[in-house]
């Protein structure tokens, strides 16, 4: 065993809230990763969460978190307003990176921290965990090898009904609220993994873009739809809800048959085992490609991270997300929310 494998990368997480716990149980899972700190700003959630975890050092500043020398990276789980703000925090202070998504809430925004994270020469990854779990990196792979021709249209949903609570991040736009930051983020990062796969390329960049979709009374599109061309006769249509039911499905059409992805996003959902299909349809017949493994999935993007700290490099390796590809789902993210009348929420404008 080398001695990169022997070491543990030391964790600490920013914002003890909801996801941090699933991502707490992604580090536990990860043999080469270890949860040594968190900060938060509420003590009983920070103290709840320690005991929960284990978690050996707790910060009730996040500048004290980032300040923890023994700390290789920080995860920031704060809701999406405060990404660029708490992702600065831990780059000056020379810790690795791993916000959640998305990483800001502009592209501006997003090449911000990407270009402090290079400068300060730190590791900085966006946590799509779908992007890491073997499912994706296969799909790429059948893509590539033209398993079903030359792909010719992607459809991609992410959706459900949530209580419309004004107090949540979700509906109040000075959190970040809203579908498209929330969770159609998701299918903008895997059409343009899919489209970029189909044309040879690590992602690819709609030429053009339409979009549809309900404002709600408290100012956050609450259902979004997108046209998106890609050029070459490769379209992908793409939908998020916060507010209507919607199947959760990545359709692949290509000129020899169509892949089905039925549980693209959250294979195995919170808990695991993260088993998941791949459903691939042609002349020659229907055939299922199962891919099983007992974890959750929050431990594949730790394990991804986990192992580019190890051996010293600043990015993942894509099908996971890297700070490009962050940049360009933030730039087509701005054009949807911008197709919806939707105004821009940068750094900038909040100041
Ligand atoms: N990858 C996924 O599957 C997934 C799923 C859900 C959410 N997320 C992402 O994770 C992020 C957090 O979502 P969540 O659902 O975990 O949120 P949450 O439960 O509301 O937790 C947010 C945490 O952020 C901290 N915080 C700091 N400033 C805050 C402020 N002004 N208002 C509210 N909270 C503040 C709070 O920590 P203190 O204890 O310090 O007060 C809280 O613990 C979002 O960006 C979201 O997109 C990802």
Redo the contacts with the bound molecule.
Sequence with gaps: MSAAAERQVAWGIL??????N?FAEGVRQTPSAMLLAA????PE??SVFGRKHGVERLYDT?EALVADPDLDVIYV???????LEHGLLAISAGKGLMV???AALAARDVEQLVEAAKRADVFFME???CRCHPQTARLVELIREGAIGAIQHIEARNGGMVERDPQS?LFDPA??GGGI??IGCYPVSTVQLIAGAAQGRAFAEPVALTASGEIGPTGVDEIAYAEMDFGNGLTASIGCALRMAMDDTLVISGSEGQIVLPNPW?PGRNAGPSDACIVIETANGKREEWLYDPRQL?AFEVEVATRALLEGRKCAISPAMTPEDSILNARTIDRWRAALGLPVVDSASRA
């Design positions: 914002g003890p809230g909801t996801i941090a699933n900060g938060g700003r509420t959630r920070l996040y789980a704060t809701p999406h307003a405060f990404h959640e998504k998305p946590a799509y965990k991040r959190l970040g930051f929330d959250r929050f």
